[in-house]
T-cell receptor, first 114, second 112 residues
Framework: AQKVTQAQTEISVVEKEDVTLDCVYE???????LFWYKQPPSGELVFLIR????DEQNEISGRYSWNFQKSTSSFNFTITASQVVDSAVYFC???????????WGLGTSLAVNP | DSGVTQTPKHLITATGQRVTLRCSPR?????VYWYQQSLDQGLQFLIQ???????AKGNILERFSAQQFPDLHSELNLSSLELGDSALYFC???????????FGPGTRLTVL
């Protein structure tokens, strides 16, 4: 079975704090792709990152960083020095094997307070 | 702006009615996907088309149907609407298969 679990339903932080959003995935396929999307209050889904199963290198993009660990089936997302504009729901998602559909976690709602 | 367009942005209709949601993919993308986002079920894959042909089907009700036209735009038809069909419907596009799916702004459907 393929599944994505985001155990944190809601997180609230104060501006400038670092915050990590957890994502655990399940798949028996050796080839798979992991994604993070952001859904701000306006409702659109914004692509953040795509990672394939053969590339465990961590990635940093500005204040965003991602930690992919196959040993623990996790693909965690860290925001450094959070800002109010980071307030959104963040989704982790998986495409595995011959599937073309995104399998979604339930999302983590992040509130960054001034 | 993802380059994927969806119309209308909002739709309010009554139970039993039929509506059509429209999606235009990014230039060059051959695959179109439809997803439903509801409070109780989260984001669910409905259906995928590639270059005019159905490629994959998810949790799509028999009352729902979709198609992709020669110009690659896609339409999602929802009929015999029920209150539970109220949701945000997203269209996404990608070049192919495992490529990144870019999402349109969504159509918020309210069934009264």
């Amino acid at each position: 079975a393929q599944k994505v679990t985001q155990a944190q339903t809601e997180i609230s932080v104060v501006e400038k704090e670092d915050v990590t959003l957890d994502c655990v995935y399940e798949t028996r396929d050796t080839t798979y792709y992991l994604f993070w999307y952001k859904q701000p209050p306006s409702g659109e889904l914004v692509f953040l990152i795509r990672r394939n199963s053969f590339d465990e290198q961590n990635e940093i993009s500005g204040r965003y960083s991602w930690n992919f660990q196959k040993s623990t089936s996790s693909f965690n997302f860290t925001i450094t020095a959070s800002q109010v504009v980071d307030s959104a729901v963040y989704f982790c998602a998986l495409i595995a094997g011959n599937n073309r559909k995104l399998i979604w976690g339930l999302g983590t709602s992040l509130a960054v307070n001034p | 702006d993802s380059g994927v367009t969806q119309t209308p942005k909002h739709l309010i209709t009554a139970t039993g009615q039929r509506v059509t949601l429209r999606c235009s993919p990014r230039s060059g993308d051959l695959s179109v996907y439809w997803y439903q986002q509801s409070l109780d079920q989260g984001l669910q894959f409905l259906i995928q088309y590639y270059n005019g042909e159905e490629r994959a089907k998810g949790n799509i009700l028999e009352r729902f149907s979709a198609q992709q036209f020669p110009d690659l735009h896609s339409e999602l038809n929802l009929s015999s609407l029920e209150l539970g069909d109220s949701a945000l419907y997203f269209c996404a596009s990608s070049v192919e298969g495992h490529d990144t799916q870019y999402f349109g702004p969504g159509t918020r459907l309210t069934v009264l």
